[in-house]
Antibody, heavy 123, light 110 residues
Framework: QVQLVESGGGVVQPGASLRLSCVVS????????MHWVRQAPGKGLEWVAV????????YYADTVKGRFTISRDNSKNTLYLQMNSLTSEDTALYYC????????????????WGQGTLVTVYS | QSVLTQPPSASGTPGQTVTISCSGS????????VYWYQQLPGMAPKLLIY???QRPSGVPDRFSGSKSGTSASLAISGLRSEDEADYYC???????????FGGGTPLTVL
């Protein structure tokens, strides 16, 4: 069955960096675009970034552009989110999700989600 | 302030039909497909509707989606206690060049 497992979250100070990972199984990772979505405590969902199946194209939310980098290693079935210059506004549960097989490759159509990894930024 | 506007709350009694709206603009809903997600308390979101009105396998036909112009709606018929959750709409925004979610609508089953 399809599984997505995020890791790498933690408690960091403002200005720090973190790299999140999302290891997938149960499907051919290299043929699917992938998303990151986050949810601040008690708040709604916020789309973060999307990457093509081969890593050749990416889009980012304005709130993270220039600070976050989405990437993937298809040989390791792993999606990444490198987060730099973290602020308290980045405190959230970060979910990775598989892009479903319909519509534009970048559409926020996530047919499978992980359970999330928590990032807390505070001083 | 979310790009897609949803009502701050919704409620209904068991067996009723509840509708949740999602209002956008010509750069998102008016141009692209709409997706709906259900988030049960303490759980990850789950896809409910894709491409405006398509249900993934396993989603009961009590859930239906529609789109007209720059607005979309999610209808839940035969309301059940287990439908109590937060519901989110989502679309791609051509102006922002990014995905956008509605603010979410918590549904209470009275």
């Amino acid at each position: 069955q399809v599984q997505l497992v995020e890791s790498g979250g933690g408690v960091v100070q403002p200005g720090a960096s973190l790299r999140l990972s999302c290891v997938v199984s149960g499907f051919t990772f290299s043929t699917y675009a992938m998303h990151w979505v986050r949810q601040a405590p008690g708040k709604g969902l916020e789309w973060v970034a999307v990457i093509t199946y081969d890593g050749s194209n990416k889009y980012y939310a304005d709130t993270v552009k220039g600070r976050f980098t989405i990437s993937r290693d298809n040989s390791k079935n792993t999606l990444y989110l490198q987060m730099n210059s973290l602020t308290s506004e980045d405190t959230a549960l970060y979910y990775c999700g598989r892009k479903g097989s319909a519509g534009g490759w970048y559409f926020p159509f996530l047919d499978y989600w992980g359970q999330g990894t928590l990032v807390t930024v505070y001083s | 302030q979310s790009v897609l506007t949803q009502p701050p709350s919704a409620s209904g009694t068991p067996g009723q039909t509840v509708t949740i709206s999602c209002s956008g603009s010509s750069s998102n809903i008016g141009f692209n497909d709409v997706y709906w997600y259900q988030q049960l308390p303490g759980m990850a979101p789950k896809l409910l509707i894709y491409k405006n009105n398509q249900r993934p396998s396993g989603v009961p036909d009590r859930f239906s989606g529609s789109k007209s112009g720059t607005s979309a709606s999610l209808a839940i018929s035969g309301l059940r206690s287990e439908d109590e959750a937060d519901y989110y709409c989502a679309a791609w925004d051509e102006t922002l060049d990014g995905g956008v979610f509605g603010g979410g609508t918590p549904l209470t089953v009275l």
